[in-house]
């Protein structure tokens, strides 16, 4: 059931990672410069429904997480979290047409690397 755990904190986290950038790209928006404006531009993003939806996506991702301490060290769950990392790129790849580039693969396949080798039991 841990496992479980780690897989909905990665799955919530990518979720609301994804659905910010989507609604606020697809919404056209640029931050305004003025400090006040900033906050009233944010605020009024807050309010909608997909941008709220990818907050309280952040929110049920603590939830797992909580419960994957439960089950867990934190020192061999945390790695799982690159995960996220993995998946973001990839999505956003897929989704978003961003651009793929040698170094971006290097480091995704050092992360991955590095999932291996903290995941190892002693």
Request: no cysteine.
């Amino acid at each position: 059931m841990g496992y479980f755990y780690i897989f909905g904190t990665i799955f919530f986290t990518v979720y609301g990672q994804l659905v910010l950038k989507w609604r606020i790209s697809s919404l056209n928006f640029t931050l305004p410069n003025d400090f006040l404006d900033k906050v009233l531009f944010l605020f009024k993003l807050v309010f909608d429904p997909f941008i709220f939806s990818g907050f309280a996506a952040a929110f049920i991702a603590s939830f797992f997480w909580m419960a994957t301490m439960t089950k867990f060290e934190l020192s061999y769950a945390y790695p799982f979290m690159s995960g996220a990392f993995v998946l973001v790129f990839i999505l956003s790849v897929l989704i978003f047409d961003e651009i793929v580039t040698w170094q971006k693969i290097l480091g995704l396949m050092f992360i991955v690397a590095g999932i291996i080798v903290t995941s190892r039991s002693v």
